[in-house]
């Protein structure tokens, strides 16, 4: 099969069907970088998540998956972290909403008060809740560059007629999410989908939907505004990269060593956990 694109932590091939087979990697990234360590699984646990969230917001949208079987010609080691996708054409603008303030839209409130040209309350702390959730799109940045906050406007003068849309089916999309894993313990601070066209002209749900990796994911019983999160997957990885023992200087530009077993396995068990908590399914 035909490889296309590769992300962070996915790629992306061609069928010959002309079909698109999405595999998710077991890597992790944290500042920026990916690390050289595997989460064993991770792959897995997030495709089964999504494809479990796609099920659940099937009668907002429909959505570009195929098939969770794998193909014949793929390799047996994808099985369970490989999705036959339908082929869109993606709207060329990251469609992204906000329950909560943080990250580059608390950056962004700090200097203007307002977020994607969206003015919101004075007096929001970093990790404050929004008084509702608000569509903060960016564009789709090259490899390596970061992505651009976007104005409603500039959505209007990018997708025309669709941006209405783009920022409903987004918000509705979080909002849908954020209540689902709020009940089961899980804040979704906020998160990203891809959006695209088919054929007909109908706008698809694609690429992965409400995962820690596409979305920010908090232990709800530790949320206090007024200082950074702590991650509810990536904390581990990121208090030991940030530790005397990892040896690790960020301002160096160096890319971070590779994770002790013991940060990987509890790394694992975050993954594991989030998984049976939003779908109290258990992880097989
Ligand atoms: N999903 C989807 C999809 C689709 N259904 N049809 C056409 N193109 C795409 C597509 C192309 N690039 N991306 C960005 C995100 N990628 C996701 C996979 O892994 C790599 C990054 C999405």
């Known amino acids: ?149 976007m104005t409603f406007t500039q959505v209007e003068a990018t997708v025309g007629d669709l941006a209405p849309r783009l920022r409903d089916l987004t918000v509705a999309v979080y909002r849908r999410g954020a209540e689902m894993a709020r009940e089961r313990g899980i804040i979704v601070a906020d998160t990203k989908i891809e959006l695209g066209l088919d054929p007909s002209g109908e706008l698809v749900l694609g690429d992965e939907v409400l995962t820690p990796d596409s979305s920010r994911f908090w232990p709800a019983d530790a949320w206090e505004p007024g200082h950074a999160q702590p991650s509810f997957d990536k904390q581990f990885v990121r208090d030991w990269l940030t530790s005397p023992e990892s040896g690790w200087d960020q301002a160096s530009g160096e890319a971070p060593p590779p994770l002790p077993d013991e940060i990987v396995e509890q790394t694992r068990a975050r993954y594991v956990e989030a998984y049976e908590r939003i779908t109290a399914r258990t992880f097989t």
């Open 1 to 149: 099969m035909k490889h296309l694109h590769s992300g962070k932590v996915r790629d992306l091939y061609e069928l010959p069907t002309g079909e698109l087979l999405m595999v998710a990697r077991d890597t992790i990234s944290a500042y920026d970088y990916v690390l050289d360590t595997p989460i064993p699984d991770k792959g897995r646990i997030l495709t089964q998540l999504s494809l479990w969230w796609f099920e659940r917001l099937a009668d907002l949208l429909p959505n570009h998956i195929v098939s969770a079987d794998l193909p014949p010609d793929a390799p047996a080691e994808w099985a369970g972290r490989a999705v036959v996708v339908r082929r869109l054409d993606m709207v060329p603008v990251e469609c992204v909403a906000r329950g909560y303030l943080t990250g580059s839209g608390l950056k962004e409130y700090t200097k203007t008060g307002s977020v994607c040209g969206v003015a919101l309350p004075a007096g929001l702390l970093d990790g404050s809740r929004l008084p509702e959730p608000i569509f903060t799109p960016t564009t789709k940045a090259a490899v390596g560059e970061h992505d651009e906050a």
